[in-house]
Nanobody, 121 residues
């Protein structure tokens, strides 16, 4: 089993920045691709970004490309999402997920509980 715990969410003004973290425990973090998804009230879960297990290939949704950066520190078993130039439409519950490198949430095996990001205009 893998446990994923997100942190770093909060309330920020439009144009501001936040860095989300996702710490894994329970089994090795190395060798697994991971991703970030988000879900706003009344909307479907949406892909944000993914990173290969090696950390050398990253994949972003068009809506966040150029503003968000996904990274990982395998030594700390931690996944990050640096979010810059935040917009009100980025407001959502953000989840990290382990097990795949696709934009399809059904391909991922393990999920965190989510951290709330709220961007005020």
């Amino acid at each position: 089993q893998v446990q994923l715990v997100e942190s770093g969410g909060g309330l920020v003004q439009a144009g501001g920045s936040l860095r989300l973290s996702c710490t894994a425990s329970g089994r090795t973090f190395i060798g697994y691709s991971m991703g970030w998804f988000r879900q706003a009230p009344g909307k479907e879960r949406e892909f944000v970004a993914a990173i290969r297990w090696s950390g050398d290939i990253r994949y972003y949704a068009d809506s966040v490309k150029g503003r968000f950066t996904i990274s990982r520190d395998n030594a700390k078993s931690t996944l990050y999402l640096q979010m810059n130039s935040l917009k009100p439409e980025d407001t959502a519950l953000y989840y990290c997920a382990l097990g795949s490198y696709t934009n399809n949430w059904q391909d991922y095996n393990y999920w965190g509980q989510g951290t709330q990001v709220t961007v005020s205009s």
